[in-house]
């Protein structure tokens, strides 16, 4: 059978981190009974299952929230997509805190392991990269100011779970058009900016790195264009 299973984007902020209309929710407790739920059937069969955590940012569309999308800038994330909202700092941490207390109800509720979302042009992906991050504060500039909004996010997830509880984070490692208009590569992210970004967090947060389009392997594992 599947060693593991990753349910996939549960919001952490609704309705501002929110994409579809039938996304998954985790913000809140009484998500928990449905999700307990399904950890113990998928544990039935001797599979493990994590849930991923995400942000949407400038990704949300505003007739579906209810608001202007937030982003690292007010720099849209796509080709004629809607000009979002620069967060202010104190948002920033505030996300972060969002993504611990996601992960923290997840470990409760039985999850084995979860995955935070830094890739497909969401919310971290947009800090990430210079096309959407034009910042001038601690987290634009340098590829470690633009990663200062993942690095605080992991720090705050590690310490509530602990430092035995698998944590996954998935970057966007090569141009991928099918979910992103934005091209990471020479200007952007580019393949080795994501494999120095990946290392860096695997070598200092107990991380397991994860490309937006590949295989899930419990090694340091991207996908290189040959």
Do not use: W
């Not at 210079?130 to 690095?151: H, M, Q, S, V």
């Not at 944590?167 to 208009?181: E, G, K, L, N």
């Not at 990471?184 to 070598?203: E, R």
Request: aromatic residues 8%; charged residues 20%; glycine residues 8%.
């Amino acid at each position: 059978g599947y060693g593991l299973l990753i349910v996939e984007n549960a919001c952490v902020k609704y309705s501002e981190g929110s994409n579809g209309t039938t996304q998954l929710r985790i913000d809140a407790d009484n998500y928990i009974p449905r999700f307990y739920k399904l950890c113990e059937t998928i544990h039935q069969y001797g599979t493990k299952i994590a849930i991923q955590l995400n942000h949407a940012g400038a990704s949300a569309v505003e007739s579906r929230i209810g608001m202007q999308p937030v982003s690292a800038s007010n720099l849209p994330n796509k080709e004629c997509g809607a000009i979002p909202r620069k967060l202010s700092v104190e948002e920033i941490y505030s996300i972060a805190d969002d993504y611990a207390t996601l992960a923290k109800r997840a470990q409760t509720i039985g999850f084995d392991a979860i995955e935070i979302h830094a890739g497909h042009s969401y919310l971290i992906s947009q800090f990430l990269s210079p096309l959407t991050n034009d910042r001038t504060d601690e987290f634009g500039g340098n590829i470690e100011n633009r990663a200062r909004f993942a690095k605080i996010i992991v720090e705050k997830v590690r310490k509530v779970v602990g430092p035995r509880f698998p944590v996954i984070i998935r970057i966007s490692s090569i141009p991928d058009a099918t979910h992103s208009s934005i091209i990471y590569c020479n200007v952007g992210l580019s393949t080795i900016g994501s494999i120095s970004f990946g290392c860096a967090f695997v070598a200092g947060k107990n991380l397991v790195p994860r490309p937006a389009a590949g295989i899930i392997a419990f090694l340091i594992f991207f996908s290189i264009p040959i």
